[in-house]
């Protein structure tokens, strides 16, 4: 009887490793394949596990998020700050750099 369990799950187990493969395998061929795969706009919703938001919607979402923190107390905002964890604290950093350099200074310049 045990033999019979041990061989069920033995070939359930191969059986999931040989799918993932399988599937690793035509993500590899899609990605050479299609240009905007990985990495574009375009991008595939399969390889960013999601759909990502479109341009105006996160502009609007940001310009909203902005007019918020300007009318946030800085106490306030220092409260809330420290209650953060240190990982969600270096994601909230690399998003404020990322806007600093990559959205804030094109658009003091004029350029969208």
């Known amino acids: 009887q045990m033999t019979g369990f041990a061989a ?3 070939t359930a187990m191969l059986s999931g490793i040989a799918l993932a493969v399988v599937v690793m395998c035509l993500m590899t061929v ?3 394949v299609h240009r905007s795969a990985m990495g574009g706009r375009k991008e595939l919703p399969l390889f960013s596990l999601g759909a990502v938001p479109a341009a105006h ?3 609007a979402k940001v310009k909203e998020l902005v007019k918020d923190l300007e009318t946030i107390e800085t106490q306030a905002l220092s409260a809330k700050v ?3 964890a240190v990982f969600d604290i ?3 950093t690399t998003w404020i750099t990322l806007m600093a350099t990559e959205v804030a200074p094109p ?3 004029g350029i969208s």
Do not use: D
């Open 82 to 84: 420290g209650t953060l």
């Open 30 to 32: 899609t990605a050479l």
């Open 90 to 92: 270096k994601k909230v």
């Open 57 to 59: 919607e996160l502009a």
């Open 8 to 10: 069920v799950v033995t």
């Open 107 to 109: 658009a003091q310049n």
